[in-house]
């Protein structure tokens, strides 16, 4: 009797002091920091996660989202692992083109390894994209015209060579056996531009993400070849076929999520974690989703440093396939 008086004081008390530091582990001053100009895919992260932690209520305090642009997140990469390591209140956002420029050593001596790697919260994929009375139909066209004569087909998106826009469209190329030093490629500063390019004739393809070109999808001026997913995506873009199944076994998720500095405390990490799976487990996080374009992606914790881990794995192989590797990392 005694002894099990004992257990439930003990069991008690543990219970007490597990509440007490989740509670301390709250951040006094949550901070979602987006590495470039308002505006983007990385401030679109940030309200993502800014509205569903609150709409959750795994925030007590409101999360004010800064921007820190440069070098496509390298400065925000850079200052959380050299400046503020331990900062428990703030988690960067970043993507699939930061996990690229990761594997090419373009975020100087830091990499993957040199953060804590904290949730994926959603998806976009790749696109190839032509005017809407472009005379190609699908992507075999397409790839056939560039195969005849890749001076004749030119290829613009928001990216320079190396950017992963560019990547997807080598990978086509090289599938359809024409060496990449032989495409036509512009660079432009985002889709936006892009996308103005190719209504205005002066490119004839689009790299992209799907989610750039919902609207002019609606207003029936563009024409999605092919998006760069593993199976038909749902709902309105169900008709869009997939690279893979028109003979071009390419895949290529732009994942969202995010990271924290590497010294954070184990108790800061485990309460952003759990934050982060309880937002994303409601159907309030799905609608926020689907509102910003993206589509079903969620990782968190360990199972998420994996995937990191091994996407930048693979993008390096493919980096150094055409020479885009500037460190050996």
């Known amino acids: 009797m005694m002894a099990s008086r004992h257990v439930a004081r003990f069991g008690a008390c543990g219970v007490l002091l597990l509440a007490t530091a989740v509670a301390q582990a709250e951040p006094d001053n949550p901070e979602c920091i987006a590495p470039a100009k308002p505006g983007g895919g990385f401030d679109l992260s940030c309200k993502l996660a800014q509205a569903a932690l609150a709409s959750s209520r795994q925030l007590s305090l409101p999360m004010r989202i800064s921007y820190m642009p440069g070098g496509i997140g390298a400065v925000a990469y850079n200052t959380i692992v050299a400046q503020r390591p331990a900062d428990g209140n703030a988690i960067v956002a970043f993507s699939g083109g930061s996990l690229l420029n990761l594997a090419q ?11 804590r790697w904290l949730a994926g919260v959603g998806a976009d994929y790749g696109m190839i994209a032509v005017r809407a009375d472009s005379p190609f139909r699908n992507l075999k066209q397409l790839v056939a015209a560039v195969k005849a004569n890749p001076s004749k087909v030119v ?30 490629y512009v660079a432009f500063e985002g889709g936006g531009e892009t996308t103005t390019a190719l209504l205005g ?17 609606d207003l029936k001026k563009i024409r999605v070849l092919a998006v760069m997913s593993d199976k038909r995506l749902p709902g309105r873009l169900a008709d869009i076929p997939t690279a893979r199944e028109q ?10 999520g995010f990271y924290m500095g590497p010294k954070v405390s184990a108790a800061d990490y485990a309460f952003w974690e759990h ?28 199972a998420f440093d994996r995937y990191v881990k091994h996407q930048v794995k693979e993008y390096r192989k493919i980096a150094t396939e055409f020479g885009l590797v500037y460190q050996n990392l």
Do not use: C
């Open 105 to 115: 050593g373009k975020y100087g001596k830091y990499n993957v390894n040199d953060v």
């Open 155 to 184: 290829f613009g998106a928001g990216g320079t060579v190396g950017s992963q826009d560019w990547i997807k469209t080598v990978l086509i190329a090289r599938q359809a056996g024409v060496a990449h030093q032989q495409m036509r």
């Open 201 to 217: 004739g002066h490119i004839q393809a689009a790299s992209g993400d799907i989610g750039e070109v919902v609207s002019q999808l």
């Open 247 to 256: 003979g071009f076994d390419i895949v290529w998720p732009i994942i969202r």
């Open 275 to 302: 934050s982060f799976r309880k937002a994303m487990a409601t159907p309030e996080f799905a609608r926020l989703r689907t509102e910003r374009d993206l589509f079903p992606f969620s990782l968190t914790g360990a």
